[in-house]
């Protein structure tokens, strides 16, 4: 992981290790984070069903944060994904990354990163191992690196893992039948570089959230501390859109 102290854990195809064994892995891993630093996510959610994630997309998520025992659609955007990263780690939430071996994660802070079980190689069965952290953490992040469509006999297994917990589940280049919410985000521009000279403070992401059942809402969303000094507090400006 690059230095990183992020929880890294190789499950290679057709290796000595068995699936049983594999298992017996994260479940070793997330037992010794729940042992670790308090987790200040049980005392913030305690009676709200959502996994607060902070910052300026709290103001476009529905209820501040990502729907536990849900799926939620991301669009591959991975400076948006650290920061949801970033934010939960950071409120103490403990998160796991499948299938994203080339996921930086320099924007986690350190404390950060102790609760974070990185799954980059998850072997042929990525939803399996999904499922399992899913299980025993706040969120887990599955990214297929083909663009998967999951039917409702394929995503059964899975699902009732997911309810099973607490975790908030986020697809990346994956499919459900009926998410409880999709997010979409595109790189707006970047602050901090000019003609020739300076280096990237910031980026400017348009960040749009559809709920089911709920009207689209959709804003700019600054990241990186330089661009956040540079610019006033109302960098985010939501712009609720009815549903046509």
């Known amino acids: 992981m690059g230095g990183t102290s992020v929880r890294k854990i190789d499950l290679q195809p057709g290796g000595d290790i068995s699936r049983a064994e594999q298992i017996a892995q994260l479940r070793l891993q997330m037992d010794r984070m729940s042992g670790g630093a308090a987790n ?10 959502v996994l607060p994630v902070g910052g300026e997309l709290n103001m476009l998520l529905p209820g501040g944060g990502l729907a536990r025992r849900a799926v939620t659609h991301v669009s591959e955007t991975p400076a948006l994904m650290v920061e949801i990263l970033s934010r939960v780690t950071a409120a103490g939430g403990f998160v796991g990354v499948v299938g994203w071996p080339e996921l930086s994660y320099a924007g986690v802070a350190v404390e950060g990163l102790e609760r974070i079980i990185a799954v980059p190689e998850p072997g042929m069965d990525p939803l399996g191992i999904a499922g399992v952290l899913a299980e025993g953490l706040d969120m887990v992040v599955y990214r297929s690196p083909v663009r998967l469509e999951l039917s409702p006999v394929r995503a059964r297994p899975l699902l009732g893992k997911l309810r099973k917990g607490k975790a908030a589940l986020v697809l990346v280049g994956a499919t459900v039948a009926s998410p409880a919410l999709t997010v979409t985000a595109k790189v707006e521009g970047y602050s901090g570089i000019g003609r020739g000279s300076g280096r990237i403070t910031g980026v400017d992401l348009r960040v749009r959230c559809q709920a089911k059942g709920m009207s689209p809402a959709s804003g700019t969303v ?5 661009a956040r000094q540079a610019k006033d507090h109302s ?3 939501p712009v609720l859109k009815a549903v046509l």
């Open 40 to 49: 200040k996510l049980e005392k913030i959610s305690e009676h709200v069903d």
């Open 222 to 226: 600054t990241l990186g501390q330089g």
């Open 235 to 237: 960098v985010l400006k």
